[in-house]
């Protein structure tokens, strides 16, 4: 039976806990007032955090920009490509060597982390959690 509820009743961090501390393995749904995360684990550990709403690869892009690791005429050139093949802007972005692999994945973990934070900044939502492989 799936867990669910309102964060008036029952707030997202006491439900994040819930399913971390009990090596929970699922999707927890988090539905803000602007966004949805869905949030991934597998034995309690975060593995994926998708934001729905919000281009991840717009964000990386930014991101990767803004820290001087990739030129924005570089990002177009990524972006060309996304939109030919519908691959995911990280994949791309390795595949064509821009950034180094590992500064790559650290930068998407900066960004799955803010995700995660601010759902935790959110005045009023609801939650799901569903079990099963995430």
Request: aromatic letters at 4%; glycine letters at 12%; hydrophobic letters at 45%.
């Amino acid at each position: 039976m799936p867990l669910r509820g309102s964060t008036h009743d029952f707030g997202l961090a006491d439900v994040f806990q819930l399913v971390v501390k009990g090596n929970k393995n699922g999707a927890l749904r988090c539905n803000g007032p602007d966004t949805t995360v869905v949030i991934g684990l597998e034995a309690g550990n975060v593995t994926r955090v998708q934001s729905e709403g919000r281009p991840t690869g717009a964000q990386l892009g930014n991101r990767l920009a803004r820290a001087g690791l990739i030129e924005r005429a570089e990002i177009g050139r990524v972006l060309a490509r996304r939109a030919r093949t519908q691959e995911p802007m990280a994949a791309v972005i390795a595949e064509l060597g821009l950034v180094d692999p590992a500064v790559l994945r650290e930068h998407l973990t900066l960004l799955a982390t803010d995700a995660v934070l601010e759902v935790f900044t959110w005045p009023r939502g609801t939650y799901e959690f569903s079990e099963g492989l995430a």
